[in-house]
């Protein structure tokens, strides 16, 4: 295995304090862009921009930290150029915490049908044209104009650096669901070699101003889990992040986290990348999960989808006809204008008539009620009100 | 011709407080909901939304007044849904003055390709199978579902009642360009007929809350302008509207202008029909224009342009290639996040990823240019120095 140094992280910080009967645990997770406060949820401004959304709207709807696709931003605008530009924080205009990923998730997805096809266990074949996986990393097409990219542990962090986060995620493979025990094995193999790549590769240009997340994978096979868990908690990572394929339903899923909660780094973040419906977070604090990210309520919002507290499901969709002649606002006690002033008649009327402002209210909205949510699940966990709390949301 | 009856408006008041040696003048417009100053801008809200903004982003861009289309709303969502609703201040959440128009000139396009052609003098064959042009009214298919719809003064007069915006319009014919003088005489003849109409289905309907304008038509006939502003300024209209179609180029546009203002009626204020660049705002003030209404700074921000102050042209586009690196934002003298808080390199990228936030930024920048140009305007009317702030906006 690659030598892989120590790392010290002098401007990031994560304190646990408090964990409860049930798990769950409440943080505060420092990085040179401030301090926030866990459990807590990252959005995904995909291309540089939550979609709909400015960073003053993203403060408005109380959003603590945001995040960037490596992916995404290698292709357009380039990483030299938001680095030209002073990195993503001065690129964009948030200037609180941020996260950027590897980029390994969505070039993975290009061979694997979409990233929510994956993590949902759906299985399509592999386009081999489009993507090509070795040891060195993957090679692939620029959706733009075709020309051949690669992307590798020491690219993605070259990349990363640059584009200049706060938090980073080492390279890894994001295994698909339903391939046999072995090639999990040897792919999760791989990801520790990659990790260790990233290690490397971070360790050169380290100067404090980033922290590393490692990867669990291991697909749905316990023993590997353990092993990749185990793998990261020995690495000099700053924080820990899940991912990978999370099994066919919910049970298995939080049947992984258990799995490698007892192997996790006991005083690092824990991030899980890429999942995050209401029902998720109540579920996954329980398994000690510190942050999430999900594409969720900013994606179901550009389909005319509000996330609704306490309703008979976790959304409600405002396309349907019985919210033409609705005068109820989505949730006045968010107290924010897209919440408060605007009936679901209005917002109905907007989606139908293709007006621009349907995105940005509906975006804002989940996005705000997303933030309540953590705000809310952190004082249930401190009051020992969880399974309360969730009944309030999830009564159905 | 029909009986008209005399019309009285407690709740409007027009102030003219200023006329400069130019011809340019300054006035206090009241309505229900607001008093502006003018000259002044009204921003389209086409379909019930400013492309893209919020009313709170609206009122951030320092946005006095707005308008909405009654052809547009006929179609979708119906001036019943939006009456039932409380009417568009209260289904839109502006709550500032707000103009209809009669939904004649949308109608009239639809057989006359689009309006700016129309008004541009391009000409274009009718598509009669669209418009049916008779005595009554306008009989059109609606472009949603292709349903026969008609709409005549009456009809335009209680859509607009409905939808219950403070100015309204009555229905008239915009005459297309190069049609003979003998053709733009008959047109405009009905056009003072639907005006009758429209006066006599308003006085039935008032109660006060809105103010009708009367339109001058005529074409590009000086004799012809004359008689339509006499019309108009002999008939209890609250507000005169210039309008039809203003020659082929900016002089002839301006000369439009100069022959009506005589004939024009000295006390009310005088608004000028979908025309609003920033040239056409210098150049109509002096001709006594009141108030502008154009889709121009919200259309043309969807399409990467924006506004600018004194460049060698009014606007600048963002598409260019020579911003991809552009550290400097559009405008920080305007003290709005729009304008001061991204680079041109930023929104370059977003146009280039089809990012929503670029139209947002870029709509809002142009909004609040345009109203910081009207602001300016005012200014220099009283000062006498219009002349300096013209060559200060547009040097080239």
Redesign the interface.
């Known amino acids: 295995m690659t030598h892989y140094p120590h790392v010290d992280y002098p401007n990031f910080n994560f304190e646990v304090t408090h964990t409860s009967a049930d798990g769950a645990r409440l943080g505060r997770l420092t990085t040179p862009h401030g301090t926030i406060s866990t459990p807590n949820y990252i959005f995904c401004g995909t ?10 709207q993203m403060h408005e709807a109380n959003t603590d930290i945001i995040l960037s696709n490596a992916y ?1 931003l290698m292709i ?2 380039g990483a030299d ?1 938001i680095q ?3 990195g993503l924080h001065k ?3 948030w200037n609180g915490p941020m996260l950027t990923d590897s980029g390994g998730f969505q070039v993975f997805s290009m061979g694997n049908a979409s990233c929510a096809d994956e993590i949902k266990g759906t299985n399509r074949p592999k386009r081999e044209d489009l993507l090509k996986i070795t040891e060195e990393g993957a090679e692939f097409r620029s959706y733009l104009d075709g020309r051949k990219l690669m992307l590798n542990p020491e690219i993605s962090m070259d990349i990363q650096r640059k584009l200049g986060a706060d938090l980073i995620v080492q390279m890894d493979e994001c295994t698909p669901y339903q391939v046999s025990k072995e090639y999990t094995a040897k792919s999760m193999d791989m990801s520790m070699r990659w990790g260790d790549r990233s290690l490397s590769a971070f360790e050169r240009m380290h100067d404090g101003s980033q922290g590393l997340y490692g990867v669990v994978q291991g697909g749905i096979y316990d023993d590997l889990r353990q092993q990749s868990a185990q793998y990261v908690a020995c690495r000099p990572f700053f924080g820990t992040a899940i991912g990978g394929c999370l099994g066919g339903d919910d049970d298995e899923m939080y049947g992984i986290l258990e799995t490698c909660r007892p192997f996790n780094h006991p005083t690092r973040p824990i991030h899980f990348l890429g999942i995050g419906r209401i029902k998720d977070v109540f579920k996954s604090v329980r398994c000690g999960i510190d942050t999430f990210d999900c594409v969720m309520p900013t994606r179901i919002a550009r389909h005319g989808h509000a996330l609704m507290r306490g309703g008979p499901s976790e959304k409600i969709n405002l396309l349907n006809a019985k919210y ?2 609705d ?1 109820e606002p989505l949730d006045p006690s968010l107290d924010i ?2 919440s408060r ?3 679901k ?2 917002i109905h ?2 989606f ?2 293709g ?3 349907a ?3 509906v975006t804002q909205h989940n996005v705000a009620m997303i933030n309540r949510l953590m705000t809310e699940v952190r004082a249930a966990i401190k009051n020992g009100t969880l399974t309360e709390l969730e009944r309030e949301w999830l009564p159905g």
């Open positions: 291309k540089a921009a939550i979609k709909g959304l400015s960073p003053q995404h357009q605008p150029l030209k530009m002073g690129f964009t205009g033409k002649d005068p204008p897209c002033d605007f009936s008649a209005y009327h907007l139908k008539a007006e621009l402002l995105y940005q209210i």
